[in-house]
């Protein structure tokens, strides 16, 4: 496994610029693309997609701003 | 890392199909952006109300914990053994974080909800004021 942490702030970069460039093709409607939107729209129809979400607001609010604190949010 | 990015890939490829698959089937195509939040709406015959919001809420909190807790004890045992208190930081971490949330999602809502009631209710008095 790669243990270099520039690649993988270059696998987020790189999913994080993908993600903006189908939202601004999708706004400015260029092709029939989806915006995000509407998919998170049908993923929250379903109790599992609501909780797939949720779990991954958890995630991302505990690899943020709990692992790793040692200040006020000890890990 | 990877747990957040396999969540958000297959979170985003679930949805995608399930847009696809709802185009074909008809009856939401056209203007997509337009409608009102799916999400939000009440399942037919449900209650309505706070108590049904907050079971809708309490579903989803309890269920999005476990999922993540089942992600992270599947990743933990089957891809990596992360140095530290991996396991018990993702129980009580996430724990904190939705004991956080909650309940400050619940005041914003219910502040949020009264002054509209308010307003609309200051709205209709001037209403039957005005001659």
């Not at chain 2, 449900?46 to 907050?54: D, H, P, T």
């Amino acid at each position: 496994m790669v243990r270099h942490p520039l690649v993988g702030y270059l696998v987020w970069a790189v999913l994080f610029g993908a993600l903006f460039a189908w939202e601004g093709l999708s706004l400015a409607r260029v092709a029939s693309l989806p915006t995000l939107s509407d998919v998170f729209r049908v993923i929250m129809r379903y109790p599992v997609g609501r909780w797939a979400l949720f779990a991954l607001w958890l995630w991302t609010g505990w690899h943020f701003f709990v692992r790793g604190w040692h200040f006020l949010l000890r890990a | 890392m990877l747990a957040g990015y396999l969540l958000i890939m297959t979170t985003l490829g679930v949805g995608l199909r399930l847009l696809a698959r709802s185009k074909t089937s008809g009856p939401h195509e056209g203007s997509q952006t337009a409608e009102r939040p799916e999400g939000t709406r009440p399942a037919a015959g449900s209650r309505r109300g706070w108590l049904a919001l907050a079971r809708q809420v309490t579903g989803t909190a309890v269920g999005g914990y476990l999922l993540l807790m089942a992600v992270v004890i599947a990743y933990y045992y089957g891809v990596a053994r992360v140095a530290g208190d991996f396991i018990t930081s993702a129980f009580t971490g996430t724990a904190m974080l939705i004991a956080i949330a909650l309940p400050l999602w619940g005041t914003a809502s219910w502040l949020t909800e009264r002054r509209r009631q308010r307003a609309s209710h200051d709205a209709g008095q001037r209403e039957a004021r005005s001659p």
